[in-house]
T-cell receptor
Framework: GESVGLHLPTLSVQEGDNSIINCAYS??????FIWYKQESGKGPQFIID?????DKRQGQRVTVLLNKTVKHLSLQIAATQPGDSAVYFCAETGPTGANSKLTFGKGITLSVRP | NAGVMQNPRHLVRRRGQEARLRCSPM?????VYWYRQLPEEGLKFMVYLQKENIIDESGMPKERFSAEFPKEGPSILRIQQVVRGDSAAYFCASSLDRENTEAFFGQGTRLTVV
């Protein structure tokens, strides 16, 4: 069936370096993509989103890149800080509505070394 | 402006008992979504409700699980005759509409079945 998945289970980066988290999706009808951050014991927190008619979107210290040709999504975090340590999930949904039914990947743990 | 409120935060039930999980959406939000998260996994969609109506329940198990979102009061996820496999974190999210606005997640209810 369709799925959204992440390439690596963990990522360790040095404080101040840039982080890149990758995600592959298989549903070519996916219309809307979101990155979430989840800290221990908390619910997912929205980071940034992108629609399928865009290739790139920038936020504060974060950039999301979408490559529809290879069905690949990435999250780039500039100047990674200790507070960025968390589990990151990509999620996608189809054209029935941005919020209606999100499909989440398994998650990758970002660990920031001081 | 309070966020999405879920209670209880932790719930312990013996096998065969009933579990009732409550979710109060953000003020003004009429769309509610329930997700389940097993350890080390991403969130899995369960059900989408809009005041008094179930819009999409394609992720709900066919038996023992039910959800409601009454005109007044919180949304309730009810699990009857719980089994060990129901142990998970259950997250609720709410949004202003279905299409164009961000869905905000609550802190979750961690259900443990003993």
């Amino acid at each position: 069936g369709e799925s959204v998945g992440l390439h690596l289970p963990t990522l360790s980066v040095q404080e101040g370096d840039n982080s890149i988290i990758n995600c592959a999706y298989s549903n070519s009808a996916s219309d809307y993509f979101i990155w979430y951050k989840q800290e221990s014991g908390k619910g997912p927190q929205f980071i940034i989103d992108i629609r399928s008619n865009m290739d790139k979107r920038q936020g504060q210290r974060v950039t999301v890149l979408l490559n529809k040709t290879v069905k690949h999504l990435s999250l780039q975090i500039a100047a990674t800080q200790p507070g960025d340590s968390a589990v990151y999930f990509c999620a996608e949904t189809g054209p029935t509505g941005a919020n209606s039914k999100l499909t989440f990947g398994k998650g990758i743990t970002l660990s920031v070394r001081p | 402006n309070a966020g999405v409120m879920q209670n209880p935060r932790h719930l312990v039930r013996r096998r065969g008992q009933e579990a009732r999980l409550r979710c109060s959406p953000m003020k003004g939000h009429s769309h509610v979504y329930w997700y389940r998260q097993l350890p080390e996994e991403g969130l899995k969609f369960m059900v989408y409700l809009q005041k008094e109506n179930i819009i999409d329940e394609s992720g709900m198990p066919k038996e023992r699980f039910s959800a409601e979102f009454p005109k007044e009061g919180p949304s309730i996820l009810r699990i009857q005759q719980v089994v060990r496999g129901d142990s998970a974190a259950y997250f609720c999210a709410s949004s202003l509409d279905r299409e164009n606005t961000e869905a905000f997640f609550g802190q979750g209810t961690r259900l443990t079945v003993v």
